[in-house]
């Protein structure tokens, strides 16, 4: 999510800091003068009565300790009584308070913003006898961090702002970013993908929006599975007739003179050509349609071992060889998807590789289990290496009709790798010829 | 010796279809009852009048598969399934069930007929064993009369279809040796081994099921991967 949530994030932000600023701004400006004014009278005040109290009480020989310190913890105000050398007060004083009282015995009452912003008043009551009141420390932490200032209030609205504004824009974006996730999902070709449960906290607005994007999920899901039944059903209803076609056809050869041999021959590859593809398409929607076939553990170097015999035994017959390099391994797979894949790839590298060459087939174990296919053939065009895979896909049309196959070889390779959540490319080898490669994760 | 034309039934509910081979095979010498219902075909099938059956695997109704499990109950006659293009499983599951051989649909009728005759060959093969003297094949705690065509696994018959015997035949006659697929195929199936032709492979696998392990809990059946496969004697 790129733009949208610091777009909201920001500008509650901002908002929230001018109105907080405005607030504190606007305060500070009124109360100041207001506020300077009733403190010093209340300490004036506070400072006469506990410095008198606190006399009577050593006139009378008592501690005036516990009275200061009620009277700090009722008003806030610390008053220490200073006479000669000795201090009374609510705890101890310090060196300012000390200081500050000899002042005012010197010069008289003073108003002073000592020791942390607290004001501090001093008060001579009697020749050796000066009255310092102090507005009640404020915690080492506040002081620390200025907490009595403007600066610092600013400060305050600009985080608990960005805190606040950050967790609303987030609550208003996460389902969205959920959103979005799911859309691209379903543009790379899941349509399983339903939102309404991460959704079903979210804004009302955005929840019905969720709501109907799965609608439409599964809308497309449905049509593309009739349109997947559709193409099914008329394989299949393109066999009967095609059935029937060949056993006529026999029938012509029973009947017919040696020289009706050819042309029926010809009528003869033709249907067993249509039969082949109806075949190829028939595995290829059934492919498309499945989920995840059930794993079992496949012995692959062995498989292998027996795709490769198999194809080097129909390649001989047209002067080429197919060679295995394997390494034995063991991966979780369907075998027959498996050989079905491995067998077409191999299959269609003979048909491509030149007389007297060789395929080669070489399994090997990397991060995944790579199985690697390479012919010496003319290789395929650079724009036109992934088009391979798409069904039908013919890089010229002349030659692949003479060298047979129907089209559909790698696209059902790549479903079946797909399946497995492994990948299948192809690039032109150094050397000449095309490089298949599949990869199978080596575990589930 | 000659007996007239080999009486076979098709069962398949394309009843076009069913005309056509009824010509067809009628000129190669098979005589042809055609049905187009899975109820009527078994009760046919299981009627003992016909030397092979050909089985369509999608019928109407009770599916093909079902009919085979069925007749097999009480028949051993031999069985080529008719299976869909494009659905392998349907040929492995056919061949566990019982069958002795598929083509899949829209097949070469040449082929079908390559097919029946071999089976065909086969069961007078059987038929003149039956009339030579007894021959058993003893190996381990199997026994294999040739002659009658069944099977002792200690003592107690083991049901296995036509192709499936021949097949153990062949391992026990070469028992403690490979024999190749190729020679299997040609043997069994009498047909040459074609490269991705996996009948050899599911009869194997079958019979491998239905025999179990020897007593000493031994693969009975081993397969030497690159060569073939072969019966492992017993130790002793």
């Not at chain 1, 009302?204 to 039944?229: K, N, S």
């Not at chain 1, 595995?283 to 692959?300: A, I, S």
């Not at chain 2, 659905?87 to 061949?95: K, S, T």
């Amino acid at each position: 999510m790129k733009s949208l949530f610091p777009r909201i994030f920001v500008s509650f932000w901002l908002a929230m800091t001018l109105i907080g600023g405005a607030f504190a701004v606007i305060y500070a400006m009124t109360y100041p003068a207001e506020r300077a004014e009733r403190r010093r009278n209340v300490m004036r005040e506070a400072v006469l009565h506990a410095a008198d109290e606190a006399r009577e009480q050593t006139a009378r020989g008592d501690d005036p300790g516990a009275t200061l310190r009620r009277f700090q913890q009722r008003t806030e105000l610390s008053v220490y009584v200073i006479e000669g050398d000795r201090v009374h007060g609510p705890d101890a004083p310090s060196d300012t308070v000390r200081a500050r009282g000899a002042r005012a015995l010197r010069e008289g009452p003073a108003v002073s913003a000592e020791e942390g912003g607290a004001p501090l008043r001093a008060v001579p009551r009697a020749h050796d006898t000066a009255a310092v009141a102090r507005l009640r420390r404020s915690s080492m932490l506040a002081r620390a961090v200025g907490a009595d200032t403007l600066l610092w209030r600013l400060l305050v609205v600009f985080l608990v702002g960005g805190l606040v504004s950050f967790l609303l824009a987030r609550y208003l974006t996460r389902p969205l970013s959920s959103l979005r996730r799911a859309t691209q999902r379903v543009a790379e070709g899941d349509l399983s993908v339903r939102v309404t449960p991460e959704l079903r906290r979210a804004d009302a607005e955005i929840a019905a929006l969720g709501r109907d994007f799965d609608r439409m999920a599964e809308r497309v899901e449905e049509l593309l599975a009739a349109q997947q039944r559709l193409l099914s059903d008329v394989s299949h209803e393109l066999n009967s007739p095609l059935a029937r076609l060949r056993v006529a056809l026999e029938l012509a050869r029973q009947k017919a003179g040696s020289d009706a041999g050819p042309p029926l021959d010809r009528i003869e590859r033709e249907a067993e050509r249509l039969s082949a593809l109806i075949g190829e398409i028939l595995t290829l929607t059934r492919l498309e349609q499945g989920e995840r076939p059930p794993l079992e553990p496949v012995d692959l170097g062995a498989l292998a071992a027996e795709i490769a015999r198999d194809a080097d035994f129909e390649a001989q017959r047209v002067g080429r060889r197919v060679v295995l390099h394997g390494e034995p391994v063991v991966l979780p797979g369907d075998e027959e998807l498996l050989r079905r894949a491995i067998e077409n790839v191999v299959r269609n590298a003979v048909r491509f590789a030149p007389e007297s060459t060789e395929v080669e087939l070489r399994v090997s174990v990397e991060d995944d289990v790579v199985i690697r296919v390479r012919d010496r053939g003319p290789g395929v065009p650079e724009d036109a290496l992934e088009d391979i895979f798409v069904p039908l896909y013919r890089v010229e049309r002349d030659r692949d009709r003479k060298t047979g196959g129907a089209g559909l070889g790698l696209a059902i390779a790549q479903r079946a790798v797909a399946l497995h959540g492994g990948s299948i490319e192809a690039e032109n080898a150094e050397g000449g010829g095309l490089l298949v490669t599949m990869r199978l994760p080596r575990a589930a | 010796m000659p007996e007239g034309p080999t009486p076979i039934l098709v069962v398949d509910d394309d009843v076009e279809l069913c005309e056509l081979l009824t010509e067809y095979l009628g000129a190669e010498g098979f005589s042809v009852e055609s049905v187009h219902d899975g109820r009527v075909g078994l009760t046919r099938a299981s009627s003992g009048a016909h030397a092979l059956i050909v089985l369509d695997v999608m019928l109407p109704g009770q599916n093909g598969f079902e009919l085979l499990r069925r007749l097999r109950e009480s028949s051993q006659v031999p069985v080529v399934m008719l299976t869909a293009r494009g659905q392998d499983v349907d040929r492995i599951v056919g061949l566990e069930m019982g069958a002795d051989d598929y083509l899949a649909k829209p097949f070469n009728p040449r082929e079908l007929v390559a097919r029946i005759r071999a089976i065909q060959r086969r069961l007078e093969r059987e038929v003149r064993a039956a009339r030579e003297p007894r021959e058993v094949l003893a190996v381990g705690d199997l026994e294999l009369d040739v002659g009658s065509r069944t099977v002792l696994r200690g003592g107690e018959e083991v049901a296995l279809t036509s192709a499936e015997l021949t097949l153990l035949e062949v391992l026990l006659r070469a028992a403690g040796t490979v024999v190749t697929r190729e020679d299997l195929s040609e043997r069994v199936l009498e047909r040459r081994f074609s490269p991705y032709d996996r009948s050899i492979d599911v009869h194997v696998s079958n019979l491998r099921k239905k025999l179990g392990p020897t007593p000493n809990g031994r693969e009975r059946i081993k397969t030497v991967r690159g060569h073939g496969y072969l019966y492992a004697a017993p130790s002793r």
